[in-house]
C-alpha cells in the first residue's frame, strides 16, 4: 500500500467511526430571553444596538408602513431618487410607490440600483441583529448587499431575545444572512470605512403590532 492509498484509508476509517457515533448536544445554556417576542423592552433594546451600530430606525403602525419607507427613500436618495427594488415577496402594503420587484437580473447590476427593500426573517434584540433568509419576504442575498442603501421592515413579533431563540425559528439550511448595522471596517490605522461589504445605509423600518 502507497503512502497515499494508507492515508486515504486512514481518513476513510475515521469518518466512518465518527458517523456511527451519536453524541448529545448539551443544551444548558440559556435558551430563552424570558420575555415574549415583541415585548416592548426588547424593542427599545433593538433600537438602542441598531442605533449604535449606526443604522437608522423608524418606527411606525402596521398601516404606515409604505409611507414610512418611502419617507425613508426620499430623504436617502432625493426626490429624483434612482432605481429602487424591492424583494419579490414583498407586501404590497410595505412597497413604496416606484418601486419595482427584483427581476432577478445579474446580481452585478443591482449595485446600480439606489436601494433595495426587504422583510426580516427575524432580530435578536440582545446583538442588534437583523437575519435575511433568502425566502421570497426577504429576497436574495445579493439584493440585501449590493445596493447602496438597504431599508429592511422588521414586525414587532420577529424581535426576540437571544441567539437561541432567533435559531430555532430559522431554516439551518437556508443561505442566512446576519446583519448588524451597515456594513463597515477598519484599516490598519483603525479608519472606518463603509460599505465595503454590504450596504452603506442601512434603514430599519420597526412596525409595532397591530
Known amino acids: 500500500m502507497s503512502a497515499r492509498e494508507e492515508i486515504l484509508a486512514r481518513i476513510r476509517a475515521a469518518n466512518g467511526a465518527a458517523q456511527a457515533t451519536e453524541t448529545e448536544v448539551p443544551r444548558a445554556y440559556r435558551r430563552s430571553d424570558g420575555r415574549p417576542p415583541g415585548h416592548p423592552e426588547l424593542l427599545d433594546l433593538l433600537e438602542d444596538r441598531l442605533v449604535d451600530y449606526r443604522a437608522a430606525v423608524h418606527r411606525c403602525g402596521p398601516e404606515e408602513v409604505a409611507a414610512t419607507v418611502e419617507g425613508v ?5 432625493g426626490p429624483d431618487r434612482a432605481e429602487v427594488l424591492a424583494a419579490p415577496g414583498l407586501p404590497g402594503t410595505w412597497t413604496p410607490s416606484g418601486a419595482g420587484r427584483d427581476d432577478g437580473r445579474p446580481a452585478v447590476r443591482l449595485s446600480e ?11 435578536i434584540a440582545q446583538t442588534g441583529t437583523l437575519v435575511l433568509d433568502a425566502g421570497a419576504v426577504c429576497g436574495r442575498r445579493a439584493l440585501s448587499l449590493l445596493p447602496d442603501v438597504c431599508v429592511c421592515v422588521v414586525r414587532a413579533d420577529q ?27 477598519s484599516d ?23
Open 188 to 210: 490598519i490605522e483603525l479608519e472606518r470605512v463603509e460599505g465595503v461589504h454590504g450596504p452603506r445605509t442601512l434603514h430599519v423600518v420597526l412596525v409595532a403590532s397591530a
Open 159 to 185: 424581535v426576540v431575545g437571544g441567539v437561541p431563540e432567533a435559531l430555532e425559528r430559522l431554516d439551518p439550511l437556508a443561505p442566512l444572512t446576519f446583519v448588524s448595522g451597515p456594513s463597515a471596517t
Open 113 to 123: 440600483c439606489g436601494a433595495a427593500v426587504t422583510g426580516t426573517a427575524v432580530a
Open 73 to 77: 427613500l426620499t430623504e436617502a436618495l
